[in-house]
């Protein structure tokens, strides 16, 4: 059931993603007070600007569904390209770069500077968070890469220590 829910919003995100995607070639943009509205302005200011990131957080997006989904998936779920598929995924973070557009929305609608700095501090501490989240997660990678590393050996120690195996919670903090 869960894995069904999962599947289903995997897709609908890449799916939004996707059409977002090919409809930033379109969309306008402010250049000295003027909106851009040419299509060949429009298209070169997104390929300068956020393209290649979204191309390929997509291909990545649309290549971890094709090899989960297919006849390929006894290949995808080898530990090696699972892996890879999730350190893949987390670079769907870099989204969180469009943010800035959203604090000028909330210009719009409140006249306070304080809220809109407060927004702006909430938004960089959630940053440094997620930043600090995305490092933790590539160093778990890295020593879990092999049999013998970091992981496992405090694995080990854990084990002889307290006799018990320690939590996802434990490796995580210790990352």
Same mark, same amino acid.
């Given at each position: 059931?869960?894995?069904?829910? !999962? ?8 799916? &939004? &993603?996707?059409?977002?995607? %090919? ?7 402010q250049s ?19 393209? %290649?990131?979204? *191309? @390929? ?7 971890? *569904?094709? #090899?989960?989904?297919?006849? +390929? =998936?006894? +290949?995808?779920? =080898? ?11 987390? %670079?769907?973070? #870099?989204? @969180?770069?469009?943010?800035?557009? #959203?604090?000028?929305?909330?210009? /719009?609608?409140?006249?306070?500077e304080l809220?809109?700095? =407060?927004?702006? @501090?909430?938004?960089? @501490? /959630?940053?440094? !968070? %997620? ?6 997660? #590539?160093? *778990?990678?890295?020593?879990? *890469? ?20 320690? =939590? ?8």
């Open positions: 059931k869960d894995s069904v829910f !999962l599947e289903v919003t995997g897709i609908c995100c890449t799916v &939004w &993603w996707t059409n977002d995607m %090919l409809l930033s070639f379109f969309r306008g943009f000295h007070g003027v909106v851009e509205m040419r299509l060949q302005r429009t298209c070169c200011a997104y390929l300068k600007g956020f393209f %290649l990131i979204d *191309f @390929i957080l997509v291909v990545t997006d649309w290549t971890t *569904f094709v #090899l989960s989904s297919t006849a +390929l =998936s006894g +290949l995808a779920r =080898s530990a090696k390209a699972l892996r890879f598929a999730r350190v893949m995924r987390l %670079l769907r973070m #870099l989204r @969180i770069g469009r943010m800035p557009k #959203l604090f000028g929305a909330l210009r /719009v609608f409140t006249e306070s809220s809109v700095v =407060s927004a702006k @501090i909430t938004a960089w @501490i /959630v940053g440094v !968070l %997620l930043l600090n989240h995305m490092v933790a997660c #590539l160093w *778990f990678f890295l020593g879990n *890469f092999n049999k013998r590393g970091w992981v496992t050996e405090e694995k080990d120690k854990y084990v002889l220590k307290y006799d018990t195996q320690p =939590s996802n919670f434990y490796l995580y903090t210790t990352s």
